[in-house]
């Protein structure tokens, strides 16, 4: 049943953001602040735009008209109930119209919230509103995204609302096709639209919602919609997403834009507790509100953790967020996720990988590769090139205490010539001490690495060989042609992002153990962690003279030791 009334419910939220009664961050205070002071500003007769409370309850009916489609409540048949948050931004959003045509004021919408607080519900909801209820003729309503399965979800969602309300379907003669949504009542049309879709010329747009624009690593959606807009009174642009990494993207130069507005707001406001720095920027059109964190804020204390999650206790339960935040302040390569996902604060998409002082913590100077004679072994290879460092490490499994843990053991190898003269003043120092085995030359003695590979081959039981393709192609032959058994490993996201996870999380538990190698140190100091928008990871370096060849090959290791394993992993066991 619809809760009554939309607006008071909006404006008992805003006074409840501002008083600090719900906790919130600056830019949600600024929404509310700017909505308030519009309200003061539409008494003026030079204020083009009035607050109608007609247009702004009545999409707000219209949603709680829709069923739940996800979880327990779908099954127990409920219908959406909104939040106050979720008040504020509708009736904002739809009732501020022009004093003089009565079209919608807001053309464009901008909402960025975590992962969790019903995003696509609330956007499938206001889609179809916008397909059936909106007094609109002919009009045409998208789902836009850079593919054709992020372009579907909202799209999918709004599809199985309409199949759970066949009174829906009836009153708007509603035709629910696979690909694409018709409503007879008004000739109006929805679909969902992809880069990698059909043609995008000739479209005239009344509604298109821009789903996760952080994941659009081009302008190119973003241009076909804004343009097919312009030819509608009052259409809307409606962008929801979550935070992101690509700070050069078309997401966060809208978000950017929207800060500026809202920061306007701020800084008319003679309460305002919070310090401005940046531009400000006036568009009347443009509707923002941004959860998130504010700069000063803790991300690993709790009591924060409300202010970028508005659904907190509904739909984003504080027990699962606070495991992802344990979970995340031990692994470093988990923070970024965390931080997007959950928090919803920008963040670069390299970091700092391996907690170093774990990995000294894991340092056994008495361990000794010859204890493991006739054990079985993972032999993994990184050959790089000729005249750069060169990696081969063996990888033992043991089990202790009814835990898999692992035994890493590597030799590096470098031409005596770079040794020499190479810019890492360290070279010499470890050729010296044995860490680094240097062959006479510029290049590398690869008949060397095969004589200790066959070496290996006798000691240990060799169970895998993975290598690296680059370099490696008539080595790999010649090993095979004597039967080893050799393992092309490729340099993937899918084949690097789950043995770094639990590599990192080995080296938390202590279940990694190597022999205090500096050149292998060295090499996982230098390991860049680069997250994509799915939240793998993969090794990069910052610097061409940082070297990551030992840290690869161990990876390449752990990922073929893993493949063999039906263990649960560590790093999701944390």
């Not at 097919?228 to 979550?242: H, M, N, V």
């Not at 050959?383 to 990696?391: C, E, P, Q, T």
Request: net charge negative; with cysteine.
């Amino acid at each position: 049943m619809a809760r009554y009334p939309y607006v008071q419910r909006a404006q008992r939220y805003i006074r409840d953001v501002l008083s600090g009664k719900t906790l919130a961050c600056q830019w949600v205070v600024a929404a509310c602040i700017r909505h308030q002071q519009d309200l003061e500003r539409s008494k003026q007769k030079d204020f083009p735009y009035r607050f109608d409370k007609v247009h702004a309850e009545h999409v707000c009916v219209f949603l709680e008209l829709m069923p739940h489609i996800k979880g327990p409540k779908a099954r127990n048949g409920e219908l959406i109930e909104l939040e106050g948050w979720q008040c504020f931004i509708l009736t904002t959003a739809f009732g501020w119209v022009s004093k003089k045509t009565g079209f919608r004021r807001f053309r464009r919408v901008y909402i960025e919230v975590p992962r969790g607080n019903a995003k696509s519900t609330l956007s499938s909801g206001v889609a179809l509103y916008m397909l059936t209820a909106d007094g609109e003729a002919g009009p045409e309503v998208y789902s836009a995204a850079t593919t054709r399965d992020q372009a579907k979800i909202v799209f999918g969602d709004a599809r199985k609302m309409v199949r759970k309300r066949r009174d829906l379907v009836r009153k708007y003669a509603l035709d629910n096709q696979t690909r694409f949504m018709l409503c007879g009542a008004n000739d109006g049309e929805f679909r969902p639209l992809s880069r990698d879709g059909e043609t995008q010329d000739g479209l005239n747009i009344h509604f298109a919602c821009l789903d996760e624009l952080h994941a659009h690593k081009t302008r190119e959606v973003f241009e076909v919609v804004e343009t097919g807009a312009g030819k509608r009174d009052q259409s809307l642009i409606w962008a929801i997403t979550t935070a992101g990494f690509n700070r050069s993207g078309i997401c966060f130069e809208t978000r950017s834009y929207v800060v500026q507005v809202l920061r306007k707001a701020l800084a008319s406001w003679d309460a305002n507790p919070f310090a401005l720095k940046g531009d400000l920027a006036d568009d009347e059109q443009q509707f923002g509100i941004i959860y998130t964190l504010d700069d000063q804020d803790d991300w690993t204390d709790p009591a924060v953790w409300q202010k970028a999650n508005p659904n907190w206790g509904i739909s984003v339960m504080p027990d699962y967020v606070g495991g992802l935040a344990h979970k995340a302040m031990q692994l470093v390569s988990a923070q970024n996720g965390f931080k997007t996902k959950h928090l919803n604060l920008w963040v670069n998409a390299d970091q700092a990988w391996m907690d170093m002082r774990a990995w000294d913590a894991c340092a056994d100077y008495d361990l000794s590769v010859d204890d493991f004679e006739a054990e079985e072994c993972i032999l993994s290879l990184d050959l790089a090139s000729k005249v750069d460092l060169a990696v081969r490490l063996r990888l033992f499994r043991r089990v202790v205490d009814g835990k898999t843990h692992y035994f890493v053991f590597p030799v590096f190898y470098l031409p005596q010539k770079q040794v020499e003269e190479s810019g890492n003043a360290q070279y010499e120092g470890w050729a010296a001490d044995g860490w680094i085995k240097a062959s006479e030359g510029d290049v590398i003695d690869f008949g060397m690495i095969e004589d200790d590979i066959l070496d290996d081959n006798e000691a240990f039981n060799l169970a895998g060989v993975p290598y690296d393709p680059w370099q490696a192609t008539q080595l790999s032959q010649r090993m095979r042609d004597k039967g080893l058994p050799m393992r092309e490993y490729g340099q993937t996201v899918a084949n690097m992002s789950e043995p770094m996870k639990e590599l990192e999380a080995l080296v938390l538990l202590r279940r990694l153990h190597h022999d205090g190698n500096p050149v292998l140190a060295w090499c996982i100091s230098n390991v860049v962690c680069h997250t994509d928008a799915k939240e793998n990871i993969y090794p990069r370096k910052e610097r061409a003279e940082n070297k990551i060849d030992g840290a690869v090959a161990l990876i390449m290791a752990l990922g073929s030791a893993l493949s063999d394993e039906s263990d649960e992993l560590a790093y999701e066991g944390m």
